[in-house]
């Protein structure tokens, strides 16, 4: 975890701030001809305020202006992490600094902002680990419940599945390549990823992707739908991304569209 409040992020805090700003400007609507001249009225004065003595003071004003706004954000992170770290404090510093008279050392100051990673850090854990707890109860009550209706079938391993509609063509190998479409959700019914929304069918290795998908699939004829309810450890397990957290039990509905067999001559493209 990088430590909070340094400032080497300056720069990139800069950079982003002003792609906000750029942004935000490109989605502001035109205003209304018949009320211009009272946006340009109320807008004057801000102008005014605005104005400054030269191009060098109003870049260390827009300095100033970012770093703020990352320091802001940054304590209301710590803030949502339980944190109550003091914005005067902060502007304390800075202000200390500036004025060659801080009360810390560089030392003091680096061991300080080391000790508050690690409170941190144990701050997030705590709530990851609880959090992953949840999902694996959650998981366990969703399995038991789908494993209760009519035609749900539970391998060794643990996957279940529902044949929604069965297809006549073949069954792929782990070694084929296939193509489907397929809608993932997790058990809450919060939908993580889907092909049907990008109107593309996916196509990869079978025997390149969650354990769960590669077992599930084989059992599928070409034309066919099922439903495939997967375990977190036939799943990502306790590995968390922003869109599926630590030990999810996942649910797709899977759609064989193709298979294409791995003992077709390979080309000098896919090759090298």
């Known amino acids: 975890m990088k430590p909070v409040l340094k400032m080497s992020v300056l ?16 989605e ?30 109003k870049a260390a004003y827009a300095i100033g202006a970012s770093l703020a706004q990352y320091l802001s954000a940054n304590l209301d992170q710590q803030k949502e992490l339980g944190l109550n770290l003091s914005r005067e404090q902060v502007v304390a510093g800075v202000s200390d600094v500036f004025a060659d008279k801080s009360r810390l050392t560089a030392e003091e100051t680096q061991q300080t902002l080391q000790a508050l990673d ?23 009550d969703y399995r038991a419940e789908f494993a209760k209706k009519d035609g749900v079938v539970k391998t060794d391993s643990g996957l279940l599945y529902h044949v929604d509609t069965e297809g006549k063509g073949e069954k792929p190998a782990a070694t084929d390549t ?51 309810v997967i375990p977190p450890e036939l799943a990502y397990g306790a590995q968390a ?11 797709f509905e899977v759609e064989l569209l193709d298979i294409v067999k791995a003992d077709k ?8």
């Not at 950079?15 to 700003?21: I, K, S, Y």
């Not at 109107?199 to 077992?215: K, R, Y």
């Not at 991304?241 to 649910?251: C, E, G, H, R």
Request: glycine fraction near 6%; charged fraction near 20%.
């Open 11 to 26: 720069a990139a805090t800069i950079l982003l701030a002003v792609g906000c700003q750029d942004e935000k400007a490109a």
């Open 28 to 57: 502001t609507k035109p205003a209304e001809p018949a009320k211009v001249e009272q946006v340009a009225a109320e807008a004057a004065p801000a102008a005014e305020a605005a104005t400054f003595a030269s191009e060098d003071d």
């Open 118 to 140: 690690l409170r941190v850090a144990e701050i997030v854990k705590k709530k990851a680990d609880a959090e992953a707890q949840k999902n694996v109860k959650a998981g366990d």
């Open 178 to 228: 296939v193509q489907v479409h397929y809608k993932g959700t997790l058990t809450d019914g919060t939908e993580f990823d889907s092909s049907y929304k990008r109107n593309q069918p996916a196509t990869f290795p079978l025997n390149q992707v969650i354990p769960g998908w590669t077992e599930g699939v084989q059992l599928m004829p070409v034309g066919s739908k099922f439903t495939f």
């Open 241 to 251: 991304n922003p869109s599926i957290p630590a030990n999810s039990t996942l649910v």
């Open 265 to 272: 001559p390979a080309t000098d493209a896919a090759t090298q």
